[in-house]
């Protein structure tokens, strides 16, 4: 019997993550749909479309509960890279691709800057609940810049990131991050 209670409150049926149950706002089938509708749009309304290296899923478990029992909330992520090779004077264009995409409600992008890299992001509302984010990293040693696009759904029912299945455009290479390797007659020049 306490065996059985004590399964019970370490897989959320305990009283503190019962209440999260009520704050949960997305099934995580919910959070995929609107992570990934952000994304394909995103992607679909880039002219000329460019090429992608695949994508994947990060899960952000809430914290425990005071009383010890795991949290059923989560913030969920999913991420894309271009593959294509972008030059900063192309950056502007496809800032305002996405503003055109998404409307008003984009804040202006933020551009902070490191000894040798400047990071620029534009955060947009995506489909449903999802925040969408184009992310530009950009280094006076290199000729193009790094693109990510990411969508992230907050106060979602915690389930393990490989429950979330393949991105639609495919898993991310494992292992260190790869540079923008396609020339593209227009993005790259």
């Known amino acids: 019997m306490l065996a059985t209670g004590l399964g019970l409150f370490y897989n959320g049926y305990g009283?503190?993550?019962?209440?999260?149950?009520?704050?949960?706002?997305?099934?995580?089938?919910?959070?995929?749909?609107?992570?990934d509708g952000s994304l394909q749009a995103a992607m679909g309304a880039i002219v000329p479309p460019m090429a992608y290296f695949g994508g994947f899923y990060a899960v952000d478990r809430g914290p425990e509960h005071a009383d010890g029992e795991p949290s059923l909330l989560s913030g969920v992520r999913e991420v894309v890279s271009v593959r294509t090779k972008v030059t900063p004077a192309?950056?502007?264009?496809?800032?305002?691709?996405?503003?055109?995409?998404?409307?008003?409600?984009?804040?202006?992008?933020?551009?902070?800057?490191?000894?040798?890299?400047?990071?620029?992001?534009?955060?947009?509302?995506?489909?449903?609940?999802?925040?969408f984010t184009l992310s530009v990293v950009s280094s006076t040693n290199d000729s193009t810049v790094q693109v990510l696009m990411s969508a992230e759904a907050f106060m979602?029912?915690?389930?393990?990131?490989r429950d979330y299945g393949a991105p639609p455009i495919g898993e991310r290479p494992t292992g260190h991050e790869l540079a923008p390797d396609v020339d593209d007659p227009y993005w790259s020049h």
């Open 15 to 35: 009283p503190m993550a019962l209440k999260d149950r009520d704050t949960t706002q997305l099934s995580p089938g919910e959070a995929k749909a609107g992570l």
């Open 156 to 161: 979602v029912r915690y389930q393990p990131g």
């Open 90 to 131: 192309k950056v502007p264009v496809l800032l305002e691709q996405m503003t055109r995409l998404w409307g008003s409600d984009c804040r202006q992008p933020d551009t902070t800057g490191g000894m040798a890299t400047n990071y620029t992001e534009l955060h947009c509302p995506g489909h449903g609940d999802t925040l």
